[in-house]
């Protein structure tokens, strides 16, 4: 039942950020990007400011999901997005998530239902 519950919410967090467009021209490093997307779009982005220190985000959308464009930006890095309902979206690496996903976690928590 957990699985199931956490999988709806899951999909219901992604409906949501594909609902947000982002249009604008981006030439700014990827803290610079987040905060001014976030206070565009009202989102908190949570991170660690030293993944993104060299890095910059030189890119043209027009009426991009925020999907799209986190997916396009963090595309080669070694990190992902999770959002959060119903304002934040969690920058985490990569293979962090993975490790934590193949502890087999929910397994065992559904088992105990």
Do not use: C
Request: negative net charge; glycine residues 2%; proline residues 4%.
């Amino acid at each position: 039942m957990i699985p199931m519950i956490l999988l709806h919410h899951l999909i219901a967090e992604a409906q949501l950020a594909d609902k947000i467009l982002i249009t604008g021209s981006f030439n700014e490093g990827y803290s610079d990007f987040f905060n001014e997307i976030g206070q565009k779009v009202n989102l908190v982005f949570f991170y660690k400011s030293e993944w993104f220190k060299s890095k910059r985000v030189n890119r043209d959308f027009t009426d991009v999901a925020l999907t799209s464009v986190l997916e396009d930006i963090l595309h080669d890095t070694p990190y992902m997005y999770i959002s959060i309902l119903p304002n934040k979206i969690v920058i985490l690496p990569r293979d962090e998530v993975k490790t934590i996903l193949d502890k087999s976690v929910f397994e065992t928590a559904s088992s105990d239902n």
